[in-house]
């Protein structure tokens, strides 16, 4: 049996945290190892769509929601709704802009993939959209979360088989990590593929998740390429004086001739090494 934790997702439909009453208090929360928050600035009519977020001035809660998880000792995570009809690029640079500067997550993002909107039917624009909100999802990853780059979690997918098999023609993108919607399922039945399962949905979306896509938060990105890195270099005059006996080992080596035919002899593997690591070894004093 896989290690599993057990959390909830939720979304500005769960309100403010910081007000009475308050989902904090509620047992399902209590009991959630991890939370996944929506990353949403609502519009009009919607909850949150005339409240600002304490920690990114947007509208809405996700901040708010991230925060107080992550002070309530939990796990945390986002995903973002993806809506047919609107820019993929825009859209999900929007949504990305509900978390709060410098926040971390503790495991990849999520591309939530469960629009009904008949409006837009044509598959193949369904496929695109999704891979470009992937793309962006990952780019951010990168950029905002270097952790979750490093430790190879790149964003996953929520949908439902059903869904995907009428709305998206069965089509998933290849690679990608599943989480599974599926209420009244195994909450244990969970693959490396597919590491998250949503199996119920009252009071609250529940999840469980393999505890392998947990990242640590104090993993280090290597240094980008173009940054300048400190590395030590050698006292010039022990390097200059190794460079001095290795040339001239080389050339009293190199002007050695055979007993027999007189010739010169060619430099042997061996002479070559040792050269060599004379040299290496004055580099690293």
Not at 72 to 81: N, P, S
Not at 118 to 125: G, I, L, T
């Amino acid at each position: 049996m896989p290690d599993i934790i057990y959390g909830c997702d939720i979304s500005n439909w769960q309100r403010s945290p910081y007000t009475s009453p308050s989902y904090r208090d509620t047992d399902w929360y209590k009991d959630s190892s991890f939370v996944i928050v929506q990353a949403i600035a609502p519009t009009d009519g919607y909850p949150g769509a005339d409240h600002t977020d304490l920690y990114t001035l947007l509208p809405g809660y996700t901040g708010e929601q991230l925060v107080a998880a992550r002070d309530d000792g939990k796990k945390v995570g986002i995903y973002t709704f993806t809506y047919w009809g609107t820019d993929p690029h825009e859209d999900t640079h929007q949504r990305l802009k509900c978390i709060p500067p410098g926040f971390k997550l503790d495991f990849r993002v999520w591309q939530d993939v469960e629009d009904e909107n008949a409006a837009f039917p044509d598959k193949a624009y369904r496929r695109e959209h999704i891979t470009i909100v992937q793309a962006e999802l990952d780019t951010w990853s990168a950029n905002e979360q270097p952790h979750l780059w490093v430790a190879g979690k790149d964003a996953g997918i929520y949908s439902r088989d059903q869904y995907i098999k009428d709305e998206l023609g069965g089509w998933f993108p290849e690679s990608t990590v599943y989480w599974q919607c599926a209420p009244g399922r195994d909450p244990t039945e969970l693959l490396h593929s597919r590491p998250v399962r949503q199996y119920q949905t009252n009071p609250v979306d529940l999840d469980s998740m393999l505890t392998s896509e947990l990242v640590s938060l104090d993993i280090q990105a290597p240094p980008d390429p173009g940054t300048p890195v400190d590395v030590p270099l050698p006292d010039p005059s022990v390097l200059h004086q190794a460079v001095d006996v290795a040339l001239q080992r080389w050339w009293i080596e190199a002007a050695k001739r055979s007993p027999t035919t007189g010739k010169l002899t060619p430099l042997s593997r061996k002479i070559m090494t040792e050269i060599f690591n004379d040299l290496h070894t004055a580099w690293m004093s």
